[in-house]
T-cell receptor, first 115, second 115 residues
Framework: AQSVTQLDSHVSVSEGTPVLLRCNYS??????LFWYVQHPNKGLQLLLK????ATLVKGINGFEAEFKKSETSFHLTKPSAHMSDAAEYFC?????????????WGLGTSLAVNP | ETGVTQSPTHLIKTRGQQVTLRCSSQ?????VSWYQQALGQGPQFIFQ???????GRGNFPPRFSGLQFPNYSSELNVNALELDDSALYLC??????????????FGEGSRLTVL
């Protein structure tokens, strides 16, 4: 069965320190993987995506994620947190489902950035 | 800005009423998905429309229905509203092709409150 696990429901960092949001997936196939961000009372915005090209993916706002097949992980990182990074982050796996794409969403990780 | 627009942004209804939410997809996109996001939760897939037909549905009852129009805009209709239908309803558009990766572009959402 396919699944996505975001290992931390809440992460708190100080401004200027590194961010690590962890995501593990389970899939029988080679998936596409995404990280979306949602700021309070806003819609979802794509941060970055992995689609079987380079395993280290760079996204917007200085975020990166590395696809590690051996560890079935797709952790999101940023070298230095900014106050504006405080938001909810969702890891998503996209799988083929016939003529459709099935998206499996993680439960989300809430990132707090302290001054 | 994703180019996906939703209306209305906020609305209040009472139990038993019906509601219609609207979504204009991003230019060039032919697929629309609808998600329900309850407060503090991740998005839950309601259904997806491609070429004016529903081609995927999540675990939602038939009182949740939709339409997609020739211009690829879409409506979500919910009949016999219940208190638990209070949520942020998100529309996402995408371009389905043989190499579709599942990347979604979200609108800002319609926040429905059922009293």
């Amino acid at each position: 069965a396919q699944s996505v696990t975001q290992l931390d429901s809440h992460v708190s960092v100080s401004e200027g320190t590194p961010v690590l949001l962890r995501c593990n997936y389970s899939s029988s196939y080679s998936p596409s993987l995404f990280w979306y961000v949602q700021h309070p009372n806003k819609g979802l915005q794509l941060l970055l995506k992995y689609t079987s090209a380079a395993t280290l993916v760079k996204g917007i706002n200085g975020f990166e994620a590395e696809f590690k097949k051996s560890e079935t992980s797709f952790h999101l990182t940023k070298p230095s947190a900014h106050m504006s990074d405080a938001a909810e982050y969702f890891c998503v796996v996209s799988l083929n489902a016939g003529n459709n794409r099935k998206l499996i969403w993680g439960l989300g990780t809430s990132l707090a950035v302290n001054p | 800005e994703t180019g996906v627009t939703q209306s209305p942004t906020h609305l209040i209804k009472t139990r038993g009423q019906q509601v219609t939410l609207r979504c204009s997809s991003q230019s060039g996109h032919n697929t629309v998905s609808w998600y329900q996001q309850a407060l503090g939760q991740g998005p839950q897939f309601i259904f997806q429309y491609y070429r004016e037909e529903e081609n995927g549905r999540g675990n939602f009852p038939p009182r949740f229905s939709g339409l997609q129009f020739p211009n690829y805009s879409s409506e979500l209709n919910v009949n016999a509203l219940e208190l638990d239908d209070s949520a942020l309803y998100l529309c996402a558009s995408s371009l389905y092709s043989g190499r579709n990766t599942g990347e979604l572009f979200f609108g800002e959402g319609s926040r429905l409150t059922v009293l």
